[in-house]
């Protein structure tokens, strides 16, 4: 059961329905092993999208006491990687690094691992690490979506390679058509050459799929700042902060 509820709550959280994500990972709170830990760590995960960061704390650090107790034992690479996610969600890179190396000596090259690890070296704008995990999961991948989407974001951090980071969108596209960050991807770019009419095309193709993405929804808010549309900008800020009044990615998306 609380597989199950983990793959539908990522597929509510990927169609915006942050609060029904919640209640089914909730259900699923004291839920022991493997499948417990991914519920915990995804409602730790989503509370934080929706500003509830000091709430993600409990679920999040259970991981971590199940590091501590010897409950995710030495050889345990799937639980090694999971605790590391949450030492990330709970802003402590040394530690979520430490355990991204355990969980590799046990298995080197897992995917789950190394996107985690590309994650965590993003967030610290580390684009020369997350660039060289990355494409060590692509040789294994080369056609993930996700990973596709992370290595643009390593394109446009690391020199704005604009060609670049459309073309591995469009890549992820080809695979997944309704992905929201790829199309994120195309809109940002857009938008860096002042095509505001494809900006907000790609955007509404991303918002089909998830009305309520908090970056589509500030870029469309950067649109129509640009467009000197400030009542649409007003009304995209009011929406974004709504869903997460913590959403400081807003203004460094607007600026």
Partial sequence: PALAAVERAQSLFGQGKVAEALRTLEAQEKAKGTAGRRARLLLGEYRIARGQRAEAQAPLMSLIDDRNNDDIADNDAEGLALA?????LLRSPK?????????????????????YRAELFLDKDDFGHAEEVLKEALAKAEKDPELLVLLARVKLGQALDFDGAKELAQKALAVDPGHPEAHGILAGVALRDGDIAACEAAIEKGLARNPNHLELRSL???????????????????AVLAANPSYARFYAIVA
């Fill in 220 to 238: 469309k808010a950067a649109a129509r700042f640009l467009a000197e549309d400030r009542p649409g900008f007003e009304a995209q800020k009011r």
């Fill in 84 to 88: 590391g996610r949450a030492a990330h």
């Fill in 95 to 115: 530690d979520a690094n430490a355990l991204f190396n355990q969980s590799e000596k046990v298995e080197k090259g897992r995917l789950e691992t190394l996107r």
